[in-house]
């Protein structure tokens, strides 16, 4: 990237290719595109490390939306989200990315630490997400 008195040149972006082939299979067959959710608002979570220092150990669901497939699975706000399918996830960035590579109808398995600290494995199967 470099900046010039236009101003920024060379910006782009990349998108997985497991999505772009997943969003092009759907589009050709059916004219539009999914995109698969569970149906929260969570924030980072942060947490302690040995030396002192901070890292973000999950995500604190905030909101769980009404019908949602989070709802369904009896996620609650307080819940705190530390994987997803074994892939450890710190953001919505890390849990968007893996859930981008899914399709609706497919089944993630989160890895949950309840508000009240019990640990447990909770299957979701996700839903398209609504329009914004």
């Keep these: 990237m470099g900046v010039s008195?236009?101003?920024?040149?060379?910006i782009g972006f990349a998108i997985p290719v497991e999505t772009v082939t997943r969003i092009t299979g759907e589009l050709i067959a059916t004219g539009?595109?999914?995109h698969p959710g569970i149906g929260i608002t969570a924030s980072e979570t942060p947490g302690d490390t040995a030396d002192g220092g901070m890292r973000v150990v999950g995500l604190t669901i905030e909101v769980?939306?009404?019908s949602s497939p989070a709802e369904a699975a009896?996620?609650?706000a307080g819940d705190m989200i530390t994987a997803i399918d074994d892939i450890?996830?710190?953001?919505?960035?890390?849990l968007t990315a893996v859930i981008a590579v899914r399709s609706v109808g497919d089944t993630v398995t989160l890895s949950v630490?309840?508000?009240d600290g019990t640990s447990s494995e909770v299957t979701v199967t996700l839903a398209d997400r609504p329009a914004a």
């Excluded at 008195?5 to 060379?10: A, F, P, R």
């Excluded at 450890?88 to 890390?94: I, L, N």
């Design 5 to 10: 008195s236009i101003g920024v040149e060379g």
């Design 113 to 115: 630490v309840g508000a």
């Design 64 to 66: 769980v939306s009404a």
């Design 74 to 76: 009896r996620l609650r």
């Design 32 to 34: 539009t595109a999914t």
């Design 88 to 94: 450890e996830v710190s953001s919505m960035t890390d």
